[in-house]
């Protein structure tokens, strides 16, 4: 998938990357089946005809029954096949839209990812697909159906009477003005519970997440709460949707109706004056009646589709976001030098890198240091392209990174952050995330560089416990010691580290500490400080304030200047 999903056809179901053949077979079902429904109503319309050919005999009226009862049982038979074709068809390619889009998601900058509400896309990808999903198997293969046959009865009309089949016809326009009406209606209320959705969702991420400490600190469950408010609203607002349209509807069927009551005012004034038959016009009502019937059908198959183009927003939406480009011709980086050049970065508008450039030599440590808010985890994130620069360039061994594959980038660039992600697999295949071809000794190696390997040793099962939060009891400490083997194993020339121990117990840090201090050796390391101590020794610091570096130096350098980074170290020492 090399750009944004498109929505080419009105029902999205270019998503899927090709239409199931089976979707058309089930719409010539549908049609045909329509027809076949239609044939009992055409053989009442000829039953007159036939009769007075012979004399008033009943001959005809059973050759016309068996012929009824042949179409009712041939049209059942058809409306069968149409069904399993639709469901068939329409489940396989929403399946395959669902596999497309998480493939899409995959491709779109992370940032762009990380910065959408918690369970947003899981949501999407889960809820909002069934719930497209199911009316699009039940209602895409009515919609031929249900315009095939009114048109049909609507055709034998006009054989009957031209004239009655025109006033009927006339209001049709009419009562069709309130359909765009349902449209709006239908958007807004959509709208309300996409929403609603939202919030409930993200509501019940933040409480399961934060439960521990929601037990401590909320203790009258004000959140709980809240997400009971939220999942009542979400209540209010799909009853709402469900209700939504009905004045456009009844609108349509109130005009629907007046269009019968005008063709039977004017059948009576036609039969008064001699112009119209009395049988003829037995027949006309009878057709009138079906027809306004498979009309009236017709408009609220016409609403719940409209639902399923409002249910699919979000998702074309998403699909339309653009992934990071991609390079064919992937150029391999020489070392691991870094450089800013004159880098620029907005997120939603706002600057957040302002024309930053600095270069960082091949096997140094350089330390980001400045307030919260300064930009230092996004230009870190901008050398782990987690987002493209806007403007500049940024290049690792002479190389811009927009001219990295993403294989050439994921071997070229590794990350420690202080938020560790353990997956639920054993710790051995956590460790080898990063090189999955690693073998068992190099596995332990790492761990034992990384300062983790007896601590994996002392568990049940070793290297090949299946991690798991609540059965696994490793600290914080262990954990990023079991990210630094993880770092370690991969063993990429450029390490990106959001400064690990700022988080971790003090027994811990001595050993994290001894684990970074080998993983650093020899790489090109560029720190996100919090704590100034720490990087004392570091090649270069960048002191980083509103997205601009506004000091650079060693340590005594910027000690010695008196500058921001000496009052940051003096309020630091407590001085």
Same mark, same amino acid.
């Given at each position: ?6 929505m ?6 270019d ?22 429904d ?16 012979d004399g ?7 050759? %016309? ?7 009712? &049982?041939?049209?059942s038979?058809?409306?069968a ?41 899981s ?5 909002k ?5 199911d ?16 048109v ?36 807004? /209320?959509a ?5 609603? !959705? ?27 709460q809240?997400?009971?408010?939220? @999942? ?7 009853l ?5 349209? /009905? ?7 109130l ?15 036609? %039969? *008064? ?6 049988m ?8 009138v ?17 409209? @639902? ?12 339309n976001?653009p ?11 020489? *070392?691991?030098?870094?450089? @800013?050049?004159?880098v ?8 957040v ?16 240091v ?11 994130h ?6 493209d ?12 990174? !927009?001219?990295?594959? #993403? ?41 034992e560089?990384a ?17 798991d ?8 400490g262990?954990?990023?010691?079991? /990210?630094?083997? !993880? ?6 020339p ?14 811990? #840090? ?8 080998? %993983?650093c050796?020899?790489r090109? &390391? ?5 704590r ?8 270069l ?6 997205? /601009? ?5 060693t340590?005594?350098?910027?000690i010695?200047?008196r ?8 309020a630091?020492? *407590?001085?």
């Amino acid at each position: 998938m090399k750009g944004p999903l498109t929505m080419r056809m009105p029902l999205g179901f270019d998503l899927a990357g090709a239409v199931d053949r089976r979707l058309w077979w089930g719409l010539l079902w549908g049609a045909l089946g329509a027809v076949a429904d239609a044939v009992p109503w055409a053989l009442l319309v000829a039953l007159p005809l036939l009769m007075q050919e012979d004399g008033g005999g009943m001959s005809p009226v059973w050759l %016309l029954a068996g012929l009824g009862a042949a179409g009712f &049982v041939l049209g059942s038979g058809l409306k069968a096949l149409a069904l399993n074709a639709n469901f068939s068809s329409t489940y396989t390619m929403v399946a395959q839209a669902r596999l497309r889009l998480a493939d899409h998601v995959a491709r779109l900058p992370l940032g762009r990812v990380l910065s959408w509400r918690d369970g947003a896309i899981s949501d999407l990808l889960s809820s909002k697909f069934s719930l497209y999903q199911d009316i699009m198997t039940h209602v895409w293969g009515l919609v031929v159906a249900g315009l095939t046959f009114p048109v049909l009865l609507w055709a034998m009309l006009l054989l009957l009477d031209w004239r009655l089949a025109l006033v009927y016809l006339a209001f049709v326009p009419v009562a069709m003005l309130a359909i765009p009406w349902s449209y709006r209606l239908l958007d807004a /209320a959509a709208a309300r519970v996409s929403a609603e !959705r939202d919030l409930a969702v993200a509501g019940v991420v933040e409480v399961v997440g934060g439960a521990r400490d929601l037990a401590f600190f909320d203790p009258q469950d004000r959140r709980r709460q809240a997400v009971h408010q939220h @999942f009542d609203a979400l209540s209010r607002a799909s009853l709402a949707t469900e209700v939504a349209p /009905a004045p456009a509807l009844a609108s349509y069927a109130l005009v629907l109706n007046v269009g019968v009551v005008a063709v039977m005012l004017l059948a009576d004034h036609w %039969l *008064g004056d001699g112009s119209l038959a009395p049988m003829v016009l037995c027949l006309a009502l009878f057709l009138v009646l079906r027809l306004n019937g498979a009309v009236a059908e017709f408009g609220l198959f016409l609403a719940e589709l409209r @639902f399923a183009r409002a249910v699919l927003s979000d998702i074309r939406a998403l699909a339309n976001e653009p992934p990071l480009p991609q390079t064919k011709a992937a150029v391999q980086p020489v *070392g691991g030098e870094i450089q @800013f050049e004159d880098v620029s970065f907005a997120y939603d508008g706002q600057a957040v890198i302002r024309g930053l450039s600095a270069r960082l030599p091949a096997g140094t440590v350089t330390a980001l240091v400045g307030p919260s808010g300064a930009g230092k985890s996004t230009l870190a994130h901008l050398v782990g392209r987690l987002w493209d620069v806007q403007a500049g360039a940024i290049r690792i061994g002479g190389v811009d990174l !927009r001219q990295m594959d #993403e294989a050439t980038l994921n071997r070229t660039v590794s990350m420690v952050l202080q938020d560790v992600t353990l997956f639920p697999m054993t710790l051995a295949d956590n460790i080898r995330l990063g090189r999955p071809e690693a073998s068992d000794d190099e596995v332990m190696a790492a761990a034992e560089a990384a300062c983790i390997h007896q601590r994996i040793m002392d568990l049940p099962s070793g290297y090949q416990t299946v991690f798991d939060p609540e059965a696994v009891r490793l600290s914080g400490g262990e954990q990023q010691r079991v /990210a630094i083997a !993880r770092a370690l194993l991969k063993d990429a020339p450029v390490l990106i580290l959001d400064e690990a121990t700022a988080s971790i117990d003090l027994d811990s #840090e001595a050993l994290v500490q001894q684990a970074l201090s080998r %993983l650093c050796a020899g790489r090109t &390391v560029l720190v996100i400080a919090h704590r100034l101590w720490t990087i004392r020794h570091a090649d270069l610091i960048l002191v980083m304030q509103d997205g /601009a570096v506004i000091e650079r130096g060693t340590h005594p350098e910027l000690i010695d200047s008196r500058g921001t980074y000496a009052r940051l170290w003096q309020a630091q020492q *407590g001085r």
